[in-house]
C-alpha cells in the first residue's frame, strides 16, 4: 500500500513518528563500516505496516502505551531482517528504490545485516514481559516455517491452492495476526476483543500477500520500487499461475509448464495467459474475500477513529490490486500495438 495515499493514519501518525525513531536508535551503536552498511538499508525507512497494525489495534479497543512503542521498533526490526534475507534467497536488485545490500556488497553482507538486526530484537525482547516475549517468538517461528516451506515447494508445479494458501497464513498473515492481536492484549484489551482484532489481521495478512504475489507478476517496478518478477524467475507459483494450470484446457496446459520450468514466459505471454484462463479476476475476488473477512471481523469493535484506520487498510488493499492490474493490461496493449505497428 502506498503510504501517501494513506492519510486515515493520522491518529497515529506521531506514534510512528516515535517507532521511527526508536529504529533508529536499536542501530545508532554499529560502528566503522557497519554504521553505513546499516544506514544504507535504512531500517526506519519502510511504511511501518506492522507497526501500523499494532498501534491501530491499540488504539481502537484502549490506548497506546510506551510498551507499544518497544514492541512495534521489534516488529519493524524483523521485518527488516526477513526482507534483507528475502533479497539473498530472490536476487532482489531494488528495494525502495535503491539497489539492495546484496546487490551493493553482496549475500554476506545482507545475511548478516540481517542477523545483526534480529539479535537487536533478541536484545530487546529480554526487557518485554514473559507473555509478549512468546507471542514474539511464535511470530517469528512461524513466519520462518512459511518461508521454509515455500522454498521447498519452489519447482512443484502441482502446487495446490490449498498448500499455497497455508503457506500465506504462516508467513505473512501469522505475522499481521499477531501484531494486531498483541496491540490489544497490551492495551489490556478483553479477550474476545482481542480476538476480533487477531481475525482482523489474519484476513488483512492473507489479502496483502496474495495482493503482493499478484503484483510481483503483473505490478510496475517503477511505482512499487522493488523487483518485480522473482516469483517467476525462481519458479515459485502462487495463485495467478495455480489458477491458471488448473483451469487451463489441454493442450495449452501441457505447452505452459515447459515455458515455467525453463523460466521463457514473457511478460505479455503472462497477460494473455491470466486473460484466457480468468485467473486475474479469479485471484482478485479471492483477495476480495479475505478484505471482508477482515473487515466482518471488526464489527463488534465499537466505533472509533482508530478502528475507521483498521478498516481503510483492506479497501486499500483492494484498490491497489484492481488499479496496479489495470494498468498492466494497459501497458501490456500498448506494447502489443506498438510491435505491430514495427
Avoid at 534467497?89 to 542477523?115: K, Q, S, Y
Avoid at 517467476?232 to 496446459?253: F, G, M, S, Y
Avoid at 479475505?290 to 487498510?313: G, V
Wanted: glycine share 8%; charged share 25%.
Amino acid at each position: 500500500m502506498n503510504p501517501r495515499r494513506m492519510p486515515f493514519l493520522a491518529p497515529i501518525e506521531q506514534d510512528l513518528q516515535r517507532v521511527r525513531a526508536l529504529v533508529r536508535e536499536q542501530v545508532a551503536g554499529a560502528e566503522g563500516s557497519i554504521r553505513w552498511l546499516v544506514q544504507y538499508s535504512a531500517p526506519d525507512g519502510g511504511k511501518l505496516l506492522r507497526p501500523t497494525l499494532l498501534l491501530l489495534s491499540a488504539g481502537a479497543v484502549g490506548s497506546i502505551g510506551p510498551e507499544h512503542l518497544r514492541v512495534a521498533t521489534a516488529l519493524e526490526l524483523i521485518h527488516n531482517a526477513t526482507l534483507l534475507h528475502d533479497d539473498v534467497l530472490d536476487h532482489g536488485r531494488i528495494r525502495r528504490g535503491l539497489p539492495t545490500v546484496n546487490r551493493r556488497w553482496g549475500n554476506r553482507a545482507a545475511i548478516r545485516l540481517g542477523d545483526l538486526l534480529l539479535a537487536r530484537v533478541f536484545e530487546m525482547n529480554a526487557s518485554f514481559a514473559p507473555s509478549t516475549r512468546a507471542m514474539l517468538g511464535r511470530m517469528i517461528r512461524r513466519t520462518c516455517e512459511g518461508e521454509i516451506h515455500q522454498t521447498v515447494s519452489c519447482g512443484r508445479f502441482a502446487l495446490a491452492e490449498s498448500q499455497y494458501l497455508a503457506i500465506v497464513g504462516r508467513k505473512t498473515a501469522a505475522l499481521f495476526r499477531g501484531a494486531c492481536y498483541l496491540g490489544a492484549r497490551l492495551a489490556a484489551a478483553p479477550d474476545r476483543a482481542c480476538r476480533a482484532v487477531g481475525r482482523f489481521g489474519y484476513g488483512l495478512g492473507m489479502a496483502y500477500q496474495i495482493m503482493d504475489d499478484l503484483l510481483d507478476l503483473v505490478g510496475d517496478g517503477r511505482t512499487l520500487r522493488k523487483t518485480l518478477g522473482t516469483d517467476l524467475r525462481n519458479a515459485k507459483l502462487t495463485l495467478p499461475l495455480i489458477h491458471a494450470l488448473r483451469v487451463l484446457p489441454e493442450p495449452r496446459r501441457s505447452a505452459l509448464l515447459p515455458a515455467l520450468q525453463q523460466r521463457r514466459l514473457t511478460r505479455a505471454e503472462l497477460l494473455d495467459l491470466l486473460a484466457a484462463s480468468g485467473s486475474l479476476d479469479y485471484v482478485l475476488a479471492r483477495l476480495g474475500r479475505h478484505a471482508d473477512r477482515a473487515t466482518a471481523a471488526l464489527a463488534e469493535i465499537r466505533p472509533t477513529p482508530m478502528k475507521a484506520a483498521l478498516l481503510e487498510m483492506p479497501r486499500g488493499i483492494v484498490r491497489e490490486a484492481v488499479e496496479q492490474s489495470r494498468r498492466a493490461w494497459k501497458r501490456s496493449f500498448c506494447e502489443t500495438r506498438m510491435a505491430a505497428r514495427g
